[in-house]
C-alpha cells in the first residue's frame, strides 16, 4: 500500500467524510501493524476532543509535539519512513488545527449567547402601545411590525420598524436610540417622532415633534448620505429615487396620533383605500379608474364604523355611487339612473 496516500484515507475516515474504499484501505492499514492501530487511536482521539477548560488546549498541544518528538526518535527498523512520518504529522497538525478553531468558536459561543429576536405584530383595525426595556414608549398603528433584539438594553438601543410607529424615546446623550426601516436608518437621542413606513409605500415619512434626528440613507452617487429633521418638519424619502423633501407638520398630525382621527383633503379614493384597509381590514374594489380617482375632504377615526364612512362618502359624492359588502371586501360602483 502507498504510505503516503493511505494518510487522506485516514483523515476521511476520521471525519466521517469516507467512501467504502476508504474504509477497506484503512482496515487493511490497521491491521498490517500493531503499532497503526495506536497512531490511528492517538488521531481519533484528537478528532474527537472535547474541552470544557480555556487552559487544556495548550496541554493537548504539548502532549501532541511530545509524541511527534517521540516518533521521530523511533528507530529506523519501525516502520515509518521519513516521507510517511512528515505525512502523518501533517495530518495530525491539521486535525488540530480543526479542533482549534472548533474549540475558540465554541468558546465564543459559550461566553456569547445566541441573540433571539422579539417581534410585536399589531394587525389590521388595531393599535398598541409598547414600553422598551429602556423606558421608551412606542405607539403602534395598524398592521405594523416591530422587532428588536432580546440583548436590548440601555446601552444597546436598536430596533427594526415596518409599517407606523409614534416614538417617544428616553433621553440618553451617550447611547442613540436607532430605528432601522428597510435599508434606511433613523437616529435620534432624546426625543418625539412619528415614521410611516409600510413596505407597499413609495414614500418613508418621519415627522420629528421635538429633540433631532438624522434620517441615514445610501446614495448612490455619494454613498452614505444623512438628512438632520428640524421640529415641526416632516420629511418624506422617495425608494424610488432617493429624492428627499420636507415640510411642516399638518395640524391633523395631532390629532392623528392623539385621538386616533386622521383627516385628509382633497384625497383620491384609491389612496384613502390604503388607510382604510389597515384601520378597518377591509379592501375597496372600484368599478373604474375613473371612481377610484375621486377626491374627498373629510375625516376617518379609527373608532369608527366603516358603514359610516361609506355613507359618508355616498352622502356627499356629487355623482351618485352605490357599494356592496361581500365579507372583507366592499364593492364600489356609480349607481345607475333609474
Not at 487552559?55 to 521519513?82: G, Q
Not at 446601552?155 to 410607529?165: A, Y
Request: overall charge neutral; charged content about 25%; proline content about 3%.
Amino acid at each position: 500500500m502507498d504510505k503516503d496516500k493511505i494518510w487522506s484515507h485516514i483523515s476521511r475516515k476520521i471525519s466521517g467524510e469516507d467512501t467504502d474504499e476508504d474504509d477497506r484501505l484503512v482496515d487493511e492499514w490497521l491491521n498490517d501493524k500493531p503499532a497503526n492501530k495506536q497512531i490511528y487511536a492517538r488521531l481519533t482521539e484528537i478528532w474527537n476532543f472535547r474541552e470544557s477548560s480555556s487552559n487544556k488546549y495548550h496541554s493537548l498541544f504539548e502532549a501532541l509535539r511530545r509524541r511527534i518528538t517521540v516518533f521521530e526518535n523511533r528507530p529506523e527498523k519501525m516502520f515509518y519512513t521519513t516521507t510517511a512520518f512528515k505525512a502523518a504529522a501533517i495530518l495530525v497538525l491539521i486535525l488540530l488545527s480543526n479542533f482549534l478553531v472548533y474549540f475558540y468558536q465554541g468558546r465564543k459561543t459559550i461566553s456569547e449567547p445566541m441573540v433571539s429576536y422579539q417581534e410585536i405584530i399589531v394587525p389590521r383595525g388595531n393599535r398598541m402601545k409598547v414600553v422598551l426595556p429602556d423606558s421608551t414608549s412606542i405607539w403602534l398603528n395598524n398592521e405594523t411590525k416591530l422587532k428588536y433584539a432580546s440583548n436590548f438594553s440601555s446601552t444597546n438601543r436598536e430596533v427594526e420598524l415596518s409599517g407606523e410607529g409614534y416614538f417617544d424615546v428616553h433621553h440618553d446623550a451617550n447611547h442613540p436610540f436607532v430605528v432601522k426601516v428597510g435599508k434606511q436608518r433613523i437616529q435620534v437621542l432624546g426625543t418625539r417622532f412619528s415614521i410611516n413606513a409600510y413596505p407597499g409605500d413609495d414614500v418613508i415619512e418621519t415627522s420629528l415633534l421635538s429633540g433631532s434626528v438624522a434620517f441615514q440613507y445610501k446614495n448612490e452617487d455619494q454613498g452614505n448620505a444623512e438628512v438632520k429633521l428640524d421640529p415641526g418638519y416632516s420629511l418624506f424619502y422617495n425608494k424610488q429615487d432617493n429624492h428627499i423633501s420636507t415640510q411642516k407638520i399638518q395640524s391633523s398630525y395631532y390629532q392623528y396620533w392623539e385621538n386616533g382621527v386622521y383627516a385628509f383633503k382633497d384625497e383620491r379614493l384609491d389612496n384613502l383605500s390604503v388607510k382604510i384597509k389597515r384601520i378597518f381590514n377591509v379592501e375597496l374594489v372600484f368599478e373604474n379608474k375613473f371612481l377610484s380617482s375621486k377626491t374627498y375632504t373629510g375625516t376617518i377615526s379609527i373608532n369608527d364604523n366603516i358603514y359610516v364612512f361609506m355613507e359618508a362618502i355616498r352622502r356627499t359624492s356629487v355623482e351618485p355611487i352605490e357599494y356592496k359588502f361581500n365579507k372583507n371586501i366592499i364593492y364600489v360602483k356609480f349607481k345607475k339612473a333609474q
